[in-house]
């Protein structure tokens, strides 16, 4: 049980921080907030995302290009250039770490306007902190693991960032229905998607990528938006009015 617990709660944390302070802070604005809680986010995005930390900045670069270029050649995950997820996974790391280290500069287009602490980018990126990470994740398990067959879950932690980006990326653009005409192949894969936080509502999120709610009709539910909602409420953050579109 306490198994369970630990991995469900690596596998939400670290999603809700990549949903809510990657994409929906960092790649999009959708709210503005204080100093004080970006640098709270920041640190909890580290910690939760632990072996598989991603740096904000390449982060939002990479998926502002995606948008720019849905599921054409320069999308830089789009699964209809792929046989498998795999390669789909290595070209987007490939791509991702030339970001990541500033071996290349992106298009004006898609600079600026996001958030970056050096000292935790750079330290989360290195083999030392995740080597770290990866280390108290096997000690955990070893600790408290009642069965053999646990120790398959252990892999998922180390690469738990981009195996969320995997899921999105691909089910995301090959398997659902859309609401909308994005002219791109995007996707909502379910109605009610709690597994990844809303963020398989591919389809409604590039036709509205201003709005911090996923969900585009009644019978669509996007978790993380009450989140931000209550937030707001307790001025944490502060929502941005969308741009009708």
Not at 68 to 73: M, Q
Not at 142 to 151: D, E, K, L, S, Y
Not at 167 to 194: A, E
Request: one cysteine or more; hydrophobic letters at 40%.
């Amino acid at each position: 049980m306490i198994i369970l617990i630990f991995f469900l709660a690596h596998w939400f944390l670290s999603l809700f921080f990549q949903t809510f302070y990657l994409h929906r802070y960092a790649s999009h604005k959708m709210y503005s907030t204080h100093i004080i809680y970006e640098r709270i986010f920041h640190a909890l995005t580290f910690i939760c995302q632990g072996s598989s930390f991603l740096n904000p900045r390449a982060y939002a670069i990479m998926h502002r290009e995606h948008h720019a270029y849905s599921d054409t050649e320069k999308d830089p995950h789009s699964p209809h250039f792929f046989t498998d997820v795999f390669q789909m996974m290595w070209r987007t790391a490939q791509s991702y770490k030339l970001y990541e280290k500033r071996l290349k500069e992106p298009d004006a287009q898609f600079r600026g306007n996001y958030p970056e602490w050096h000292l935790v980018d750079y330290w989360g990126s290195t083999y030392g902190s995740r080597i770290f990470f990866i280390l108290a994740y096997t000690a955990f398990y070893i600790a408290f693991a009642t069965h053999w067959w646990m120790f398959l879950l252990l892999p998922i932690h180390f690469v738990m960032g981009p195996l969320h980006g995997a899921i999105v990326n691909w089910c995301g653009h090959k398997y659902g229905y859309s609401n909308f005409d994005n002219g791109d192949k995007s996707k909502n894969s379910i109605p009610l998607d709690f597994l990844m936080l809303g963020e398989l509502f591919q389809n409604n999120h590039h036709k509205r990528p201003n709005h911090s709610n996923f969900a585009a009709k009644w019978y669509e539910f996007d978790p993380v938006y009450p989140v931000m909602k209550m937030m707001h409420w307790m001025r944490i953050i502060k929502l941005r009015k969308p741009i009708m579109g």
